[in-house]
Structures are given as structure tokens and as C-alpha cells.
């Protein structure tokens, strides 16, 4: 299934419900290697990430079977502590099996993560923090040999920048570490809660999740659990914006609102109509989106980096013009130049995209960038009017469960190539 083909023009209407969260079970997954009893996982999205984190887990030694949207972890019979190259690179994510694999093995071998291309993704603070807790990281040939020869200790860590990933990988290391360390200016996503809650459940003391500053109380080991991974935030700001985009209205099952509220005012700023109701959300689109004067993304709460190319795409045809400030990453816009073959016109400097509204796109045939760059691409080709191609899907699929299938049953004209 090399592409995504879709003939545009069609209004989105029904229900549907909203996949597990991509970056809440990755480092959850992670976890399970801490854990000395079998763990079952339950809303795991059907993703190639997910199957790259099961394949980590098997070369570790680890027993994992997927069932559906259940992944089951036995990681009693681990017996390796290195990462395979060829898996590292596969996605940004194998860099947090790194607190993990140490916590349990004493010691963990890696190479640099792969995921997408928003720039450079250094793990210095990732790298930085473990240091302080006892780890020596030594590279050699491209690899990371890291040691903790007296085990890891607890210790107090500033995050220069709240980190999603040097966060997890802190809490990770901390878990199962003699004593007690402390996360000043942590990131404060929804999936590192979920990953909280996870190690909780098995036996570990981790405290302050959702504020700036986490304490985790290392335990001498972690048992099993069984826990559901939280709604995706972004794959339903994504299915929002194509019902916007098309002038549909559907209805969301699955959501967490609260998980939301930043990415909420920007579709009602559009003049779409956002209906809550415990957790299932209804999005009335109107017949013409208005511009939203200007969107910056933040770390959480704020607006999230992740929904910004979903947002310029919706806002291609919106009247007026929208800008958008990316303060996350570096090159966060590959993904623009393939929107302006669909006839959108933005102009991007540095980390600005200018969108002046056009009445419509045009269909064409374009490649996904990256994940969110190929989401952007989707929505495009569900207003354009004709037939578009959508090529690398593979991107897509790191965070999609099958985006197909949904948007088919929401009457989408959308298929994956024969081949
Ligand atoms: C996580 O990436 C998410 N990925 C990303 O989602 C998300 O965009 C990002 O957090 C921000 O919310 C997963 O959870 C698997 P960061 P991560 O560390 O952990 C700099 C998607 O589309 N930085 O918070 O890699 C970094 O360069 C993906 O689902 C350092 O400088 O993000 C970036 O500018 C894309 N040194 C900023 O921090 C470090 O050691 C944010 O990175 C680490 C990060």
C-alpha cells in the first residue's frame, strides 16, 4: 500500500472513535521493561510504531504478542540490553526504551533515533539527565555504551527545555533508582500522566505529572498491571480538521476534552461548532471556514506543535489570511511545499507560515514528509476537487490507525493503491 488515493469534494458526516495515543503507549511500552510481571496493555493504536517498540521488546529478550488493540508484555525473560540499528532508526521513540533498559539491565547499548525529520532531534538533555543519576555514556562507532555501574542513583534534574522525551526518560530511570529524583521544568503532556499512571499501577512512586515539577520515589522492583492508553489528542484534531475542512459534521467518541482545550479554540475561531459532551465531541463545520488571525504552538497546555500542519492545511481554504508560529521545532514545514501543489498558497519564513485562503484546492499527486506533514496532505486531498495521490504513506501509518478506514466511514472517497 504504497499510496492513499482520494477523490475530494465530499462532506464528512457520522461517528467515529478515536484511536489509542501514538505517544502514550511508545514509552509506555518502554516500561514494561521495568516490570517482572506479564503486563497488558488495552487501546493500543494498530501503528508501525507500535510494531517497531514490539520488535524492541522481543530483541530484548521480552514476550509480546499483540491481539487486536491489546498488547500483552512479559519482560521476566529479558536477556539483552541493546537496541538493534536497524530498529533505532525506525522511529524518535527507541530513545526512550534507553531509562528503561538501564533501569532494569544496569547498562543498555543504542544507536541515534530515527522518527521524523523536523530538524535536529538531539538528545542532550536526555543524555545530560541520566548522567547525573550515575549513567557513563561512552560513544564509540556511532553507538551510545552506557554503564551504571553502581546502579542508578536518585538525583535533582533541571530540564533546560520541558522535553517530552528526556521527561519520560527521566521518569523511566527514576522508577527503579536508589532514592529519590526530581524533575524541575518537566513537560507537562497528557502522555506522560499516562505513563505515570502506568508505572503506578505496577509499584512506582511518581508524583507531580501535568505540573513542572515530577518526584519520583525509586521502589526496588515493579510488578505487572493492566492499564487502557489514553484517547490520541492528535489524531482527533486531525479527523476534526477533515470535517471542518469538508463542511461536514461528525461526532467523536473517545476523547479527552481536557486533553484539548488548547486545539478547541482555534477550530471555533474557524466558525466551527464544538459540542462536548462527556466524552464524545461533535464538530459542526460551517459552509466557509473564517482565518484564524494567528496560532502559535507551545508545549502543554498551549497549542500543540503536533496539530500545526493539521491546522495550516484546514486553514488553506479558510477566507482570509492565517498565520502560524511553529515554536517547537526547527523545520517543522516540509510539508508547505507539498500543500502548494494542491494550489494552497503559504509563504514560510523560518518558523512562520503565512496562509492567504483560497476558494478551493486543486487535486494532484503529492509525498508525505513526515507524520503530521502527511496528515496535512489527507485533509488537503478531501476538499480538492478531483483525484489526488498521496505517495510515502508509511509516514502516515507511524501514527494513523488505518486513517483510511475511518475517513471512509465518514464518506470519504479514500482508498489505499492496489499495489
Ligand atoms: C515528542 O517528541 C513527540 N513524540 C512529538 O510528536 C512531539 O512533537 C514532541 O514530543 C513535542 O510535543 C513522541 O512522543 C514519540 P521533545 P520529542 O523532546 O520527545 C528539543 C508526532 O508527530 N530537544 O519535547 O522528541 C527538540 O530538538 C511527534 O507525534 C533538545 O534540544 O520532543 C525540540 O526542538 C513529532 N534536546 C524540542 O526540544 C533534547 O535532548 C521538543 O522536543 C530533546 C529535545
Partial sequence: MSEIIVNGGKKLYGGITVQGAKNSVLPVLAATVLCQKECVIHNCPALSDVNTSIKILRALGCGCEAEGNTVTVD????????IPDNL???MRSS???LGAIIGRCGRAVISSPGGCELGPRPIDLHLSALERMGVTINEEHGYLICTAEKGLQGAEISLGFPSVGATENII???????????????AKEPEISDLADFLNSAGARIYGCGSDCIRVYGVERLGGTEHTII????????????AAVT???????????????STFWVFREAGCE???SGKSLTLSAPEHLKRVPTVRSLVHPGFPTDAGPIIVAMLTVAEGTSVFVENIFENRFSYVDELKRFGAKIKTEGKIAVTEGVKELSATDCKATDLRGGAALVIAALTAYGESRIGDIHHIERGYDDIVSVLGALGADIKYSKD
Avoid at 519482560?75 to 541493546?82: C, D, F, L, Q
Avoid at 523511566?172 to 518537566?186: P, W
Avoid at 489528542?233 to 480538521?241: C, D, E, F, N
Fill in 75 to 82: 519482560s521476566r525473560g529479558i536477556n539483552a540490553y541493546e
Fill in 88 to 90: 533505532m532508526r525506525e
Fill in 95 to 97: 530513545i526512550v526504551f
Fill in 172 to 186: 523511566l530511570a527514576a522508577a527503579t533508582a536508589k532514592g529519590m529524583t526530581t524533575i524541575h521544568g518537566a
Fill in 231 to 242: 484517547p490520541d489528542r492528535i489524531a482527533a484534531a486531525t479527523y476534526m480538521a477533515c
Fill in 247 to 261: 463542511g461536514g459534521k461528525i461526532t467523536m467518541c473517545n476523547i479527552m476534552p481536557s486533553h484539548m482545550v
Fill in 274 to 276: 464544538v459540542e462536548l
